[in-house]
Structures are given as structure tokens and as C-alpha cells.
């Protein structure tokens, strides 16, 4: 079974410093897609970024990059330039595809506090 | 830009009511999605439901549960009779095309159930 594991319950960050967010996941799949999600407190899901895994390239979006390593089936979320708005629950996700439908499997979550 | 809309955003209801969650996904939108979260815990996979079917659905997601798209816009999950187990948020999301697009999803804010 697909499998996603967030190694940190709880990270924090100085305010326009840099932090990395871990993540592996365990898949026999070779084509696959992965997500970063945020979850502020009001509780909704936002899509950060995400990543093809045919792709070689880590996927970029403004401050927020990935770190893909196929074959150690990892993929990191750096946070450059934090911002006291980036304290969120962070989510890994891994994409899976069965009958046609497209069903995520989430990691635990890492807590992120931002601090001024 | 498109939301996913879901009603109401905090429902309290007695063991052993039913209650309906609903959800109106994008609308050019073919997959639709429900998820739950337990406070504190990760985001748990449902159903899935593509052309007037389940086309997934996860362990939980059994005989107490029910999903209908009743009208061509409304997206409902059904739980018949209540446990205080089930208090829990719950998300829709919709996707304009299952397999290996990797569009990821759009969530609704979700809603809170609360079962006293």
C-alpha cells in the first residue's frame, strides 16, 4: 500500500529565514504525481505546489521549492523568505490513480510556526 | 476564480440523526471527492464518484454513508445514523479529469461536524 510519511510534527522558523519541510513516500508506481498542501487555521486545503514524477526538474513556485529525489522517494518543501502568513499545517501528498478517479494519500502533517 | 462550495461550514447534530453534507463542485469539473478529518489527525481518503457512480471508495467509507449528485450541481454525503466517531471535518473537492493528470484538486473550506 502507497504510504507517506512526515518525519516532523512541529517545525519552526525565524521570520525571512529559510525552512525545509520533510517527506518520503513508498510507492512501486513509476509515474506518479506529488503535492505540498497548507492547511491554516480556518481549516481549508491549498495546494502549494506539486511535481511530476517523470520530471527530473523540482518544481518551483515563488518562494516555495521542492527537493525530488526519485529514488530515495523523498520530496521536500523549502520555504524561502518565510513569512509569518506560511504558519500552516503542511501536508505531503501522493497521488494515486485507480479505476480512473485520482485518490490522494496524505501524510500526518508538520506544524509550522513562523515566529516574528 | 472557481471555488468548490461547501454547506453548512459547522453542523452539530445527536447520535444517531442523519445528516447531509453538501458540496457544489466547479462545474466544468467530472470528478468529485469527499475526504475527512478527524481534529488533529490527517486527511483520510472517502470516496470518489465519476458519471453517477462510486468509482473508489476507502474502508470507512461504509454501509453508514452514501453519496448522490441529485441534480447536475449538488454533490451530498449521507450519513445515516450518526457516532460521535464521526465528528470529524469533512472535505469536497472536484478535479476536471481522473488518471495520471495530476491537476491535483480543488477542496471546498469544508465542513465540521459535530456530533454531541
Known amino acids: 500500500a502507497q504510504t507517506v510519511t512526515q518525519s516532523q510534527p512541529e517545525m519552526s522558523v525565524q521570520e525571512a529565514e529559510t525552512v525545509t519541510l520533510s517527506c518520503t513516500y513508498d510507492t512501486s508506481e513509476s509515474d506518479y504525481y506529488l503535492f505540498w498542501y497548507k492547511q491554516p487555521p480556518s481549516r481549508q486545503m491549498i495546494l502549494v505546489i506539486r511535481q511530476e514524477a517523470y520530471k527530473q526538474q523540482n518544481a518551483t513556485e515563488n518562494r516555495f521549492s521542492v527537493n525530488f529525489q526519485k529514488a530515495a522517494k523523498s520530496f521536500s518543501l523549502k520555504i524561502s523568505d518565510s513569512q509569518l502568513g506560511d504558519a500552516a499545517m503542511y501536508f505531503c501528498?501522493?497521488?494515486?490513480?485507480?479505476?480512473?478517479?485520482?485518490?490522494?494519500?496524505f501524510g500526518k502533517g508538520t506544524k509550522l510556526t513562523v515566529n516574528p | 476564480e472557481p471555488e468548490v462550495t461547501q454547506t453548512p461550514s459547522h453542523q452539530v447534530t445527536q447520535m444517531g440523526q442523519e445528516v447531509i453534507l453538501r458540496c457544489v463542485p466547479i462545474?466544468?469539473?467530472?470528478?468529485f471527492y469527499w475526504y475527512r478529518q478527524i481534529l488533529g489527525q490527517k486527511v483520510e481518503f472517502l470516496v470518489s464518484f465519476y458519471n453517477n457512480e462510486i468509482s473508489e471508495k476507502s474502508e470507512i467509507f461504509d454501509d453508514q454513508f452514501s453519496v448522490e449528485r441529485p441534480d447536475g450541481s449538488n454533490f451530498t454525503l449521507k450519513i445515516r445514523s450518526t457516532k460521535l466517531e464521526d465528528s470529524a471535518m469533512y472535505f469536497c473537492a472536484s478535479s476536471e479529469a481522473g488518471g495520471r493528470i495530476g491537476y491535483g484538486y480543488t477542496f471546498g473550506s469544508g465542513t465540521r461536524l459535530t456530533v454531541v
Open positions: 462545474s466544468n469539473h467530472l470528478y
Open positions: 501528498a501522493y497521488s494515486l490513480t485507480q479505476g480512473g478517479s485520482e485518490k490522494l494519500v
